[in-house]
């Protein structure tokens, strides 16, 4: 009689899309259920044997983590990390991972959307038709991107397929990103400094994590050192940018506009100042959010949950690679 399998425990937080769990098929020895982001009590009771974790977009707290003692990886379907403790994590030898590339594609392609909406006031139009006022059309004077310089900030997965994308417009690209080295040679004029950058760009697009040396990138200084008319566009964490001074330069005519799918509370407060204002395109944090992009992270977050457990995680995926050794 051959032995036992001693059964892994993985919860997957708040439900994947549907063909992510068909990676489960060819694992009978791991046991696996969803669960909604419940409120922290009934969650901590829901992980308290979990060797795995998937989560979306809930936060995880210390509180809650505390309740498994078992746990070795925590499988995030996405990119961005900020709702789990990753300090805490690294001290309880906890591997923290992420969908790597799984939605670059998309993001990137949303940011260039956002682009293209800002620089052709694409809100306001869209509601002046809505509204019966085609005479709009006489007023609204949008700007090409073509022959623009676009300043790119994290030249990371996305970062990088947002500069080949506006390549393709006949941008010219500047990178700059003051954390990771930027390989050499590169196609792209590169600005050592975040300022030398800013000072000569259209438009700006940022693709950076949100950590205590980020928040604010995009300040009142930040924003007044931006040619007039320039454009702000950011797919990656609300923080980065400094809404209220954002606001009041795009109202003055300042800047042209700006293209934004993360706030710094989400959702947006009914009385958010954002709202106002029609050169500012806004959409709900949905940049990762397509079909394929979807199918994509369900099943790579699946896959490092699993291969977290197996003890044989890509180094690549993970953002705290110092508990694996």
Known sequence: MGALRTLRKLVVIEPLQPDAYSVL????DIEWNVVDHEPPIRLAAAIA????LTVRVGPLTEDILDAAPNLR???????????????????????????????????AEHAIHLMLSAARAGAEADSAVRGGNFAIRSRLVGRELCGKTLLVVGYGRIGQKVAALAEAFGMNVVVHDPYV????????TVAERLEDGITSSDIV???????????????PAELDLLPESAIVINVSRGGLVD???LVSRVKEGRLFGAGLDTFETEPLAADSPLLDEP???????????????????GILAIRNAIDGIDGKLNPAMVVNPEVLD
């Open 279 to 297: 050169r500012i395109v806004l959409s709900p944090h949905s940049a990762a959010l397509t079909d394929n992009s979807l199918k994509a992270m």
């Open 49 to 52: 044997d979990a060797h795995a």
């Open 73 to 107: 990886v925590i499988s995030r379907h996405g990119v961005g990390y900020d709702n789990v403790p990753v300090e805490y994590c690294t001290e309880r030898k906890i591997a923290v991972a992420v969908t790597a590339n799984a939605n670059s594609t998309s993001v």
């Open 205 to 219: 697009s940022l693709h950076l994590p949100l950590t205590p040396e980020t928040k604010g990138l995009l300040g």
């Open 181 to 188: 080295a930027i390989p050499q040679p590169c196609s792209h």
């Open 243 to 245: 809404e209220s001074a």
């Open 25 to 28: 098929e060819c694992r009978p």
